[in-house]
């Protein structure tokens, strides 16, 4: 079972995790979250039980519990990596419909398709023109 351990200290380090979460089972893993750029603790970790009893113990006897003077939030890590639901994504869901969209929009065959290619056209010559006309006034 994989837990959840945030308001760590920041000077929490894996170890630290390994040796209190053992009060309670075994520890098949530590990973304690830090900083990129610093390497330094974000003041939360996920560490991975034994058995999902084993977990709920350490859930049980660790939440709110005062651990190097911060108390603890411990729960059941969140699954991640599921993929989002077709019917929760806004826009189309798949690739054709998403095709058929924009061929829609951008299509000669309707007014509203004809005028938005008409304003990106207009726009990007804008901007083209905006941009040369300093340079052409420097050369004459």
């Known amino acids: 079972m994989k837990l959840y ?9 894996e170890n630290d995790l390994q040796e209190l979460f053992e009060q309670y089972g075994k520890v098949a893993e530590v990973g304690l979250v830090t900083d990129r750029a610093t ?18 113990a350490a859930i049980k006897a660790l939440e709110g519990k005062d651990f190097q003077g911060r108390n603890l939030t411990a729960n059941e890590a969140a699954l991640t990596g599921e993929p989002y639901p077709a019917e929760k994504r806004p826009g189309p869901s798949d690739a054709k419909s998403q ?5 829609a929009l951008f299509s000669g065959t309707s007014i509203v ?15 083209i023109a905006a941009m040369l006309v300093p340079k052409i006034q420097k050369l004459l």
């Open 5 to 13: 351990v945030g308001n760590l200290s920041f000077d929490t380090t």
């Open 99 to 103: 095709s058929d969209a924009f061929n």
């Open 113 to 127: 398709g004809g005028a938005a290619l008409m304003l990106v056209i207009a726009t990007t010559t804008g901007i």
């Open 39 to 56: 390497a330094r603790s974000r003041g939360f970790a996920f560490v991975t039980m034994g058995s999902a009893s084993e977990g709920e």
